[in-house]
């Protein structure tokens, strides 16, 4: 026997609500530009600069205790990671440890190098500092606009390939769709503040690619459909297709997020606000590609067999209204 989280037949109205979940997307994003404007970002060590530090010990690396051992020098946020390479010997034990940048400077002082120093010793005896590394605000400004960058040509590409694939109302629906999932999970980091550095932008592509996955195949059934009902309102052939695809979305979605919540869980602090990027986006993306992009679809109409144009938007959502 199967497992089915959705049956195979459904018959749900997408649209019979849709000026509510505009409503509420709207109201996220409104809450979201908020956030920003008020506290911003929680910038990681990536985009305010710091210093990183590569440690070599004899001893095996417990990041748990190495961070519980720098806490009291109160040095503000720290990130540690243990490196794994096949060329190290088995006694070779190597992190990096990166500090924030201090107040008074774009490294921390030598005094400060001594005292994580003394503090690590106590926990790995005989630790040494291979190298010392420092990255200053002008480094990190360059980094946020590259990451600024990265994400809206990715944005832009997806615009041009589903443009050239479906037609442009397929493609405004669908970068609607992403730059709402990219918004709403910056609002999020915003509101919570969140460490934001650049993982979380690796997870916001990450995001676009998985919504724009789960769009696509509606907007495959829709094109498929479309030539199927000639003569069926749009709004109805949308229903049918986002049904029909409806089980497939579900357990992608699932089974996604099993994975996710489990490397959450136990995946430790390195990767949490990846994670948590990630189980948001996917959450979002799936909730973004059947009610955002296929309400901005109807919204703009599309032509029915490819020669003529569909109703006006006033007319289909007359029609669903009434």
Do not use: C
């Amino acid at each position: 026997m199967r497992l089915k989280l959705i049956p195979e037949n459904t018959s749900f109205d997408f649209f019979k609500r849709w000026k509510l979940w505009l409503g509420i997307s709207a109201l996220m994003i409104v809450v979201g530009f908020a956030s920003f404007a008020l506290q911003g970002l929680n910038f990681g060590i990536d985009f305010r600069g710091g210093t990183t530090i590569r440690t070599e010990s004899t001893t095996d690396i417990d990041v748990g205790t190495y961070r519980a051992a720098l806490e009291p020098l109160e040095l503000g946020d720290i990130t540690i990671s243990e490196v794994f390479d096949p060329t190290f010997a088995e006694d070779q034990h190597v992190a990096m440890v990166r500090i924030q940048a201090q107040a008074d400077g774009e490294s921390i002082s030598g005094e400060v190098i001594a005292e994580v120093n003394a503090a690590l010793d106590a926990v790995a005896p005989g630790i040494k500092f291979v190298s010392v590394e420092s990255v200053g605000p002008k480094v990190s400004g360059e980094l946020v606009q590259t990451a600024v960058l990265a994400v809206a040509l990715a944005i832009g590409a997806v615009l041009i390939y589903i443009w050239l694939r479906f037609e442009w109302q397929f493609a405004l629906g669908a970068v609607a769709a992403l730059v709402h999932d990219v918004v709403l999970t910056i609002g999020v980091f915003s509101e919570l503040q969140i460490k934001f550095d650049l993982a979380i932008i690796a997870a916001l592509l990450t995001i676009v690619g998985y919504s724009l996955n789960d769009t696509v195949v509606v907007f495959d059934r829709v094109r498929e459909n479309l030539r199927r009902y000639k003569k069926k309102p749009l709004a109805e052939v949308l229903n049918i297709s986002i049904n029909e695809t409806l089980s497939r979305t579900v357990m992608t979605s699932v089974t996604t997020l099993l994975a996710l919540i489990s490397l959450y869980v136990l995946g430790g602090d390195v990767i949490r606000g990846f994670v948590f990027a990630m189980i948001w986006g996917v959450i979002i993306g799936t909730y973004s590609s059947i009610f955002v992009a296929s309400t901005i679809l109807l919204w703009l109409g599309v032509k029915r067999d490819w020669t003529k144009p569909s109703n006006t938007a006033g007319n289909q959502f007359a029609n669903i209204d009434a």
